[in-house]
């Protein structure tokens, strides 16, 4: 089981708003409330970050076990950032529920759960990119550190830096039947707890005040722990920056005899703040040798993840600015966001059918100043090979004349790309003219894109192919073209016994706005005419090869595709 805490503090109002109109009947919700008393808090009379998460801890293994029918223990837990204090005498409320189980889940084989509620389908959705990102966040860290792309610092240059030995702290607990569940299995929440208590000490070590535990970073239980078992925990300050540290915690296991298993790692950023609660600047650090030299540099690679991940995933997704730098470390949680958004705008339920010719339907969503806008058909095609069709981005000048050029710039990995689209420009035209998107003369606009395509995780999940804009460094906008942005945009395919549902959706940037408005508004069907092309395509090469399922160079057949201008 996972639990993910991140979900529940960076709701957007909307959805709390939509949330709340499709009160669930979520079998597996649990909740829990929680009055805080001065036995829950720290010395400044606030509730400790150990007890909060023991309440989260505990309410996700119940709401856990109401879907497995079984005892369940955490396995990981994903970011958790704290935004706020919470004083004695306030009430907290906890509900946890059940997003998503995946059958190699480490303590149970779960049955599969079906999402009912928007808000569900979207978690549901998201969660198995969450899972994605969780198992490559040490690829990124080795691979953020042997490029060299951190910088060596001189340690013996920095006169007054605290050898990091003095923050060292090491303790041991002993596993009472009072932290554990009637399985014997010591609670997550509690071993967490004590880790935060050993973390806080040593970072009280360093800056000779009271610590404020600002986030821990997403962690993996790499095995169980029991009654009886004594828990060594040990931590130590791996670096300091201006305003924050990161304290590293180890947590082993061990009976009278046997040896020590290593149960738990984690990582802790903290800051120490004034009376303003603005945060101090702390000493810096001098790190023991060898083995702290390694942790000093790797903790800065983890500040820099989380600084990418803080700004890349949890913001929602209009706070992103349109063309994020890409860059080989933070390219899992830029196609996290890539895949992520295209998922919840195709879970949305408020999408509203526009307009229908020959079975081929539009369809448009209007949030807040959004519009995005489907087009949707059944085609005559296996959906994997309209997935493996459709992700070959360099075919689609073939059949959408709204590409002109497609070129491949760089293979990320098997499921990701970027590609530089060359798109004749619009302009808009007069004012109830029928014709009132045409090309402007000589310009052409280029898009950097992001292409994530993603098998489905379970049956009844779509394919997915995701594209969003992103900047790079190699190819910055030149003369002649106009830099356009896409911010959301893709294909999900589903497939229905041997037929594919194929859905085309874009949220709409002012570069695609004025074809669609035109469509919406009835004076063109110019994504009819499109989609049609599209189909033909998909329906002519249905029994052919793709270059990704032959590893020769076979090219897709092109369609003599019809003129789609408007
Ligand atoms: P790593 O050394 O790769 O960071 P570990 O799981 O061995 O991974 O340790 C996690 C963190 O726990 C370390 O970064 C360090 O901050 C802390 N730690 C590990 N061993 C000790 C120790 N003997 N004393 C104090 N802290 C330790």
Not at 11 to 34: A, F, G, L
């Amino acid at each position: 089981m996972s639990s993910r805490v991140l979900g529940v503090l960076e709701k957007d109002e909307e959805e709390e708003e939509e949330e709340e109109e499709e009160e669930s009947m979520n079998p597996t919700e649990v909740k829990m409330s929680q009055i805080v008393m001065p036995c829950h808090s720290n010395p400044r009379q606030e509730l400790s970050v150990g007890q909060l998460l023991k309440w989260i801890d505990s309410t996700a293994c119940l709401s856990a076990e109401r879907h497995a029918g079984s005892p369940c223990v955490t396995a990981s837990m994903d970011d958790i950032h704290f935004e706020h204090t919470i004083s004695v005498g306030q009430v907290v409320n906890i509900k946890a529920k059940v997003n998503r189980a995946f059958n190699t889940s480490m303590e149970v084989i779960l049955k599969p759960i079906a999402p009912h509620t928007q808000r569900e389908q979207i978690e549901y959705s998201v969660a198995a990119e969450r899972r994605r990102v969780r198992m490559v966040h040490d690829d990124i860290i080795k691979d953020l550190l042997s490029h060299g792309s951190i910088q060596q610092t001189d340690n013996s240059a920095v006169g007054n830096a605290v050898a990091a030995e003095r923050t060292k702290v090491e303790s041991v607990e002993l596993v009472l039947p009072s932290h554990a569940n009637h399985q014997v299995n010591t609670f997550g929440g509690q071993i967490m707890a004590w880790m935060v208590n050993v973390a806080m000490i040593a970072a009280s070590r360093l800056c000779q005040a009271h610590p404020t535990l600002q986030t821990i970073d997403m962690f993996t239980f790499r095995g169980p722990s029991q009654i009886g078992d004594r828990l060594l925990l040990r931590a130590i300050v791996n670096n300091a920056f201006k305003n924050s540290m990161e304290v590293g915690v180890r947590a082993e296991a061990y009976q009278e005899e046997g040896p020590n298993r290593h149960i738990n790692s984690a990582f802790m950023t903290f800051e120490v703040l004034d009376d303003h609660r603005k945060p101090c600047t702390l000493p810096r650090i001098r790190p023991e040798p060898l083995e702290g030299e390694r942790r000093f540099q790797e903790a800065i690679a983890r500040k820099k993840i989380r600084l990418d991940r803080k700004y890349i995933i949890s913001r929602t997704q209009g706070e992103v600015p349109l063309s994020v730098p890409w860059d080989p470390r933070n390219q899992v949680y830029l196609s996290y966001n890539n895949v992520s958004a295209l998922r919840v705008l195709a879970a949305r339920n408020n999408w509203r059918l526009s307009s229908e010719k020959d079975k081929v339907r539009l369809y448009t969503l209007e949030q807040k100043s959004m519009l995005s806008f489907r087009v949707e058909s059944e085609v005559d095609i296996p959906a994997h090979r309209a997935f493996c069709l459709l992700a070959e981005l360099s075919n689609r000048p073939s059949w959408d004349t709204h590409y002109q050029k497609c070129e491949l710039i760089h293979r990320v990995d098997d499921d990701d790309f970027l590609y530089r689209v060359v798109a004749p420009s619009v302009r808009h035209g007069a004012v109830g003219s029928s014709t009132s998107v045409s090309r402007r003369e000589g310009i052409l606009q280029d898009f950097i894109l992001l292409a994530s395509k993603r098998n489905p995780c379970s049956s009844g999940d779509p394919y997915v192919i995701a594209l969003r804009s992103v900047s790079l460094p190699t190819h910055p906008p030149t003369e002649g073209y106009n830099r356009g942005e896409v911010l959301c945009a893709g294909f999900t395919i589903l497939e229905m016994k041997n037929i594919s549902l194929i859905s085309y959706y874009n949220q709409a940037s002012p570069e695609v706005l004025p074809y669609i408005s035109t469509d919406i508004a009835g004076l063109s069907s110019s994504f009819y005419h499109t989609f049609c092309s599209c189909s033909q395509y998909l329906t002519k090469n249905r029994l052919q090869f793709t270059s990704e399922e032959q590893t020769g160079q076979y090219k897709a057949t092109n369609t003599d595709s019809p003129n789609c201008e408007n």
